[in-house]
């Protein structure tokens, strides 16, 4: 393997000294930058496997430097040095592709430890891109069944089937009927079928309804009925004649990254709560007086032996009770987090739902609340609990905005689309977002709030979840006229039963043995 070539930006005449000889010594080829400026003129001239970089340089931020690089080389891995570790650095770092932090004062172990574990990123990234091309390219008939191709199975077609078993994604292929031809250990272990369960069945038995045409993300269902989130990438295979032979699937494992969102979420939740633990004091208060004031009152009757006022009193008592005993359970429901589901949902009656739990809180207390909602909506399909936090947060945005106007019209509109599906709006009367500031509403830790009254996480998070759910959302915003945001929903595919039934009813059709959703 060539010498790794690494780029390392660093201010810090000593660090980036220490850093040098370290790597030098180890028989790197290096380049040194003292700014991001230097650096991204040395990454023009030359190509680098990793880069080490300051967070904190004069005239960038190194993770903003990192992305530009990236940008341009997605193979190039960094290794991101600070002397601070928090969540906004942790995260921002993340999704430039870094995979852990180089904290300052760090040692040599330290430092080649990172080194490594970058390096063998970078090759795994660069093989992986290699095995899709190969994968991409070739140009096979894949015809005959599988049992027949395996028995005379020349050194091509064998290199061809061990190179596909080493892919570390699922990749199932079909021929022009849709019927499947190869289905590697990855697909094996992501669905719980063997091989020969599968060869010569539709794709539909797979995927349990149509194939995409082109990348989506979908949920799908294991042998054993578990459902996994995969985002497939399909590639129609063409002969020299540019005729389609037959249909590539790339299929990609996306529990793990879902399970980390589903911890954001989880944590925004919590993080809300937090932020309305003032508001949720001062609703407290009043039924709490009332309580305190009765049971006086009951008491100075019983001590004059008026049982029939003390009797009054205490009946008084028992709605501010009930009100103190909901809003406990909504705080409670609130905070807690809950397991991923999908199923039907009736968005009038879940906006309904909310609207009622907000209410006690305070989040619209002080709002003039319109509800526009169209009579027989279709269903949209998704997890309750994330479409909640989804219009929960928007609401409470929406609130937010309009605390200082003298006008708070908060608007919730459901409407059915041409195509189906559902167009949701949420609209404030309040202070505006200036168009400047539009494009940057939905990026991680962006907020217009001062500080310690917002996360910048709640309009991310809700772009997160709708893209998910295969659903869009625009805003439209004048300052000091108020803003929209839409959310435009699919149509309602069949799910549960009636899409059990359609897979086995198409399975069955086409002879598929011993099918489980």
């Known amino acids: 393997m060539p010498t790794a070539r690494i780029l390392v930006v660093e201010d810090e005449d000593l660090v980036r000294q220490f850093v040098e000889a370290v790597l030098v010594r180890k028989g790197y080829d290096i380049q040194t930058a003292e700014t991001a400026e230097?650096?991204?003129?040395?990454?023009?001239?030359?190509?680098?496997?990793?880069?080490?970089?300051?967070?904190?340089?004069?005239?960038?931020?190194?993770?903003?430097?990192?992305?530009?690089?990236?940008?341009?080389?997605?193979?190039?891995?960094?290794?991101?040095?600070?002397?601070?570790?928090?969540?906004?650095?942790?995260?921002?770092?993340?999704?430039c592709g870094a995979q852990?932090?180089?904290?300052?004062?760090?040692?040599?172990?330290?430092?080649?430890?990172?080194?490594n574990h970058a390096l063998q990123e970078q090759q795994r990234i660069v093989d992986t891109r290699v095995l899709i091309g190969d994968l991409i390219q070739t140009r096979s008939t894949l015809q005959q069944q599988v049992q027949e191709r395996e028995d005379r199975l020349t050194k091509t077609e064998l290199y061809l089937h061990h190179m596909i078993d080493a892919a570390p994604f699922g990749v199932v292929s079909t021929d022009r009927e849709g019927r499947i031809l190869t289905f590697n250990d990855k697909a094996e272990r992501m669905y719980g079928y063997q091989r020969g369960e599968v060869i010569g069945h539709p794709i539909g038995f797979l995927f349990s309804k149509s194939p995409p045409s082109d990348s989506e993300k979908a949920y799908h269902r294991r042998k054993d009925g578990e459902g996994i989130p995969v985002l497939v990438h399909v590639q129609d295979i063409v002969d020299d004649q540019g005729l389609e032979i037959a249909h590539l699937y790339m299929l990609e494992d996306r529990s793990e990254r879902e399970q980390l969102e589903r911890q954001l979420l989880s944590a925004d939740r919590l993080s809300l709560l937090g932020q309305m633990a003032p508001r949720i004091g001062?609703?407290?208060?009043?039924?709490?007086?009332?309580?305190?004031?009765?049971?006086?009152?009951?008491l100075m009757s019983l001590n004059q032996n008026e049982i029939d006022h003390a009797r009054s009193s205490l009946e008084q008592i028992q709605p501010s009770i009930q009100q103190?005993?909901?809003?406990?359970?909504?705080?409670?429901?609130?905070?807690?987090?809950?397991?991923?589901?999908?199923?039907?949902?009736?968005?009038?009656?879940?906006?309904?739902?909310l609207l009622n739990m907000l209410r006690p809180l305070g989040a619209i207390k002080y709002c003039e609340v319109k509800e526009i909602f169209e009579d027989n909506l279709p269903l949209v399909y998704g997890d309750p609990t994330q479409l909640e936090q989804v219009f929960r947060n928007l609401i409470v945005n929406a609130a937010h905005a309009m605390e200082s106007c003298s006008e708070r019209i908060l608007t919730l509109q459901l409407e059915r689309t041409e195509n189906g599906g559902v167009r949701a709006v949420v609209r404030d009367t309040g202070e505006g977002i200036p168009e400047s500031h539009l494009e940057q509403i939905f990026e991680p830790f962006y907020t217009t709030k001062e500080d310690g009254h917002g996360t910048g996480l709640g309009l991310p998070i809700v772009k997160?979840?709708?893209?998910?759910?295969?659903?869009?959302?625009?805003?439209?915003?004048?300052?000091?006229q108020g803003t929209a945001f839409v959310l435009i929903f699919p149509e309602h595919k069949p799910v549960g039963d009636d899409l059990v039934q359609a897979s086995v009813t198409e399975a069955s059709e086409n002879g598929a043995p011993n099918f489980v959703p």
């Open 282 to 298: 001062h609703e407290f208060k009043t039924p709490l007086q009332l309580i305190s004031g009765h049971a006086e009152l009951a």
């Open 100 to 115: 852990d932090f180089l904290m300052k004062p760090f040692n040599l172990h330290q430092l080649m430890n990172r080194l």
């Open 38 to 95: 230097a650096g991204l003129e040395q990454f023009g001239q030359h190509s680098f496997h990793v880069v080490i970089s300051d967070v904190n340089l004069p005239d960038m931020d190194g993770i903003e430097m990192v992305k530009q690089m990236r940008a341009s080389d997605p193979t190039i891995v960094p290794v991101v040095m600070t002397a601070r570790r928090d969540q906004e650095t942790a995260v921002r770092a993340m999704e």
């Open 324 to 353: 103190v005993l909901h809003m406990i359970r909504e705080m409670i429901n609130l905070g807690k987090p809950e397991e991923s589901r999908e199923e039907a949902v009736d968005l009038k009656e879940e906006l309904k739902r």
């Open 464 to 480: 997160s979840v709708l893209e998910r759910h295969g659903a869009t959302i625009e805003v439209e915003s004048r300052v000091n």
